[in-house]
């Protein structure tokens, strides 16, 4: 059974259509990049999966059943803005996580907050954003879950911080899990990726597949292609 389907789904706005017939596949074990320029539904179609968002119409499974309150139990998401309370500590943080969450496992989110050298009795208010976005990836990702969502998780910080930031979703997770990272930013993403999914405006799916094979064939790089693609 795949983790996830998304079958025949549409999302509008009003009378505007985000998403258009969205087909998607994704089985466990792999980490996927839905890839695609700002406005084109990649936030949207998150938070569908998340169950955020109704569809307008189509069905999304979770493990073969519909999305809802058991869903919920094994998808981690992280947003594509910070929503802690800046007011919280990172320690009072930790421990609502681990009183909201059955599967949050606060020895790994405390070791991984050591290796940035942060003090978790320092409040998020007195901390860069950078710092507040690499605190809740920290959170999201020591949930053991089975499929992470990673709304735009290197957007906005320094390049020295996404490289921190890939190389702790790549460390962390379950290989029996799967990880979908939204972002427009593909050149710094691509080489952490098993599969990618390329989305235009008008929320439609212009091409998908394994990412090493696509760039052996292609002969280029996936920031590349999907430039060519993007043109057509």
Same mark, same amino acid.
Not at 19 to 29: A, M, S, V, Y
Not at 119 to 126: G, M, R, V
């Given at each position: ?18 998403? !258009?017939?969205?087909?998607? %596949? ?8 839905? @890839? ?7 936030? #949207? ?13 189509g #069905? ?11 869903? !919920?139990?094994?998808i981690?998401? @992280? ?9 919280? #500590?990172v320690d ?10 059955d599967?949050?496992?606060s ?12 003090? %978790?009795?320092?409040?998020?208010s007195k901390?860069?954003k950078?710092?507040?976005? !690499? ?14 969502? @990673?709304d735009e998780?290197?957007a ?25 990272? %939204?972002?427009?930013?593909? %050149?710094?993403?691509e ?14 799916? @212009? ?6 094979? #696509? ?18």
């Amino acid at each position: 059974m795949e983790l996830l389907q998304c079958i025949n789904l549409n999302k509008s706005f009003k009378d505007k259509q985000i998403l !258009k017939d969205i087909n998607l %596949t994704i089985p466990r074990g792999k980490i996927i990049g839905l @890839l695609g320029k700002n406005g084109t539904g990649k936030s #949207t179609l998150i938070k569908l999966i998340n169950d955020l968002l109704t569809p307008t119409s189509g #069905t999304i499974l979770i493990n073969g059943k519909e999305i809802g309150i058991e869903s !919920k139990k094994i998808i981690s998401y @992280l947003p594509e803005r910070t929503y802690l309370d800046k007011s919280m #500590t990172v320690d009072n943080v930790i421990k609502y996580f681990s009183e909201f969450y059955d599967n949050f496992d606060s020895e790994k989110a405390r070791t991984l907050l050591k290796d940035l050298g942060l003090d %978790t009795n320092q409040k998020l208010s007195k901390m860069s954003k950078g710092m507040q976005e !690499k605190v809740q990836l920290v959170l999201v990702m020591s949930r053991n879950a089975k499929l992470y969502l @990673l709304d735009e998780p290197i957007a906005g910080v320094d390049p020295a911080a996404r490289e921190y930031i890939l190389s702790t979703i790549v460390s962390n997770y379950n290989p029996e899990a799967s990880i979908i990272i %939204t972002t427009h930013l593909i %050149t710094d993403v691509e080489q952490v990726l098993d599969d990618f999914i390329f989305i235009s405006y008008g929320g439609q799916i @212009l091409m998908s597949g394994n990412a090493e094979e #696509t760039r052996n064939l292609s002969g280029k790089s996936l920031d590349e292609l999907f430039k060519e693609v993007f043109r057509c």
